[in-house]
């Protein structure tokens, strides 16, 4: 069932930001979630968005590291404990940006995991685990974003039709992956629910473009340099020299050196590459519905 948010819409539909800041940048005056902003893409993006001047909610499972990014990006960044994959938790979630900044122009639903593994021996708990992150997290992170967004529109228009500014737009970025894109061998739960999450941002973009509310995904190549990939304990390097997974590799930097040469541009992809196209999307005031590869030209759209 869903939560009941109309105390929020009613504060969203005011359109009176309580907390601008005093703050210079291309997303001046703003107010941003970022979930899974407690490491990794998610972090570097909220990082490049609140030096764009962005108020920042810092959303993650792992509050203690979440309070942390915030404390060090300084007084427009909050942190927000939230499990995506649970209905009452991004309601929460929601809510408390709503309390803080007044009202919400940007969702970036981040927050994602993997597991990989062949066809015949994978576990469907696994890829439930992450179907309800990736996937069911991201039309949570939708639905109650829309709730929000359609209570500002509602009272942009109110405005404009008394004289007041035109109704400005508002954005959902999706952060898929390559692997959104195009198949990937023995990470099938994984590209299923981009590929999926890909479905939803069509879907949504097609349902809330009259209400103003932009919905795209920004789809990223490898994070060579992140935790994912080069945490020297569990990171996927160290993982796929254990595993064999790279011929006749036999160190890290083997594996590494194999996974740049896959992409044309010679390096894995960056935050501040991902924030770029989140940027675009804002920006762009005429196009919705899209899923902008951020891959370095390893995989090209058709
Ligand atoms: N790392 C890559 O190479 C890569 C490439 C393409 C796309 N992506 C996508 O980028 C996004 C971020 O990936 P990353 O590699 O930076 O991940 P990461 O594992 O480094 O960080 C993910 C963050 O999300 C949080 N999180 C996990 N489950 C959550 C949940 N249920 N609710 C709230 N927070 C949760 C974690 O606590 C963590 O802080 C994901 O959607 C991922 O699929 C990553």
Known sequence: ???????????????????????????????????????????GVA????????????????????????????GRAAAIGVD??????????????????????????????????????????????????NYTGLFLCCKYAAIIMEAQHEGD???A??????????????????SGLEGSNKNFAYAGSKFGGIGLVQSFALELCGKNIKVNAVCPGNYLDGPLWSDPKRGLFV????????????????????????????????PADVARAVLYCVEQQYETGQAIPVTGGQVMLN
């Not at 990082?47 to 990006?73: F, S």
């Not at 597991?115 to 992150?133: I, M, Q, W």
Request: net charge neutral.
């Open 1 to 43: 069932m869903s939560v009941d948010m109309t105390k929020w819409r009613e504060i969203a539909r005011k359109g009176q930001r309580t907390w601008r800041g005093d703050s210079a940048g291309r997303l001046e005056g703003k107010s941003v979630i970022v979930t899974g902003a407690a490491q990794g893409f998610g972090e």
């Open 47 to 74: 990082r490049e968005l609140y030096r764009e001047g962005a108020c920042v909610a810092i959303a993650d499972m792992n509050l203690p590291l979440a309070e942390a990014v915030a404390k060090k990006l300084g």
């Open 84 to 133: 995506v994959s649970n209905e009452e938790s991004v309601a929460n979630m929601v809510a408390k940006a709503v309390e803080t900044f007044g009202g919400l122009d940007l969702m970036v639903s981040n927050a994602g995991v993997v597991r990989s593994g062949p066809l015949t021996t994978f576990e469907k708990k696994d890829l439930d685990f992450v179907t309800a992150v």
């Open 157 to 159: 228009v109110e405005r």
């Open 161 to 178: 039709a008394s004289g007041g500014e035109e109704p400005p737009m508002y954005d959902i970025v999706a952060v898929s992956s390559k």
């Open 239 to 270: 993982q796929y020299l254990q595993a064999g997974k790279v011929p006749g590799a036999r160190t890290v930097e083997d594996v590494r050196r194999f996974y740049e040469a896959k992409v044309p541009m010679n390096r894995g992809c960056l």
